[in-house]
Nanobody, 113 residues
Framework: QVQLVESGGGLVQAGGSLRLSCAVS????????MAWYRQAPGKRREFITR???????VYDASVKGRFTISRDNAVNTVYLQMSGLKPEDTAVYYC???????WGQGTQVTVSS
């Protein structure tokens, strides 16, 4: 069974930066397209970015220019570098394969104003 373990969240002031990590086990990681999502309180989970197995990335307009997705196939990990954080970025952040499988526990990001 594929397992997804997100980490790196925390409390940060507006304008600050965080780097999230997602360790993947139980899959042929290098062949998987991967994505990051987030779910703010009272809202539905939303897509924010994806990266193909070859490294091509796509971003939602809400994070484009501020967030960067990357992957390290040697350690089966996908990253989300977040900068210029805003209070509206506050959410639980999740990674997943594409197409989606079971979800991990996510990692909480809180941005204070």
């Amino acid at each position: 069974q594929v397992q997804l373990v997100e980490s790196g969240g925390g409390l940060v002031q507006a304008g600050g930066s965080l780097r999230l990590s997602c360790a993947v086990s139980g899959s042929d990681f290098s062949t998987n397209d991967m994505a990051w999502y987030r779910q703010a309180p009272g809202k539905r989970r939303e897509f924010i970015t994806r990266i193909s197995s070859s490294g091509f990335s796509v971003y939602d307009a809400s994070v484009k220019g501020r967030f960067t997705i990357s992957r390290d196939n040697a350690v089966n990990t996908v990253y989300l570098q977040m900068s210029g954080l805003k209070p509206e970025d506050t959410a639980v952040y999740y990674c997943n394969l594409l197409p989606n499988i079971n979800w991990g526990q996510g990692t909480q990001v809180t941005v204070s104003s």
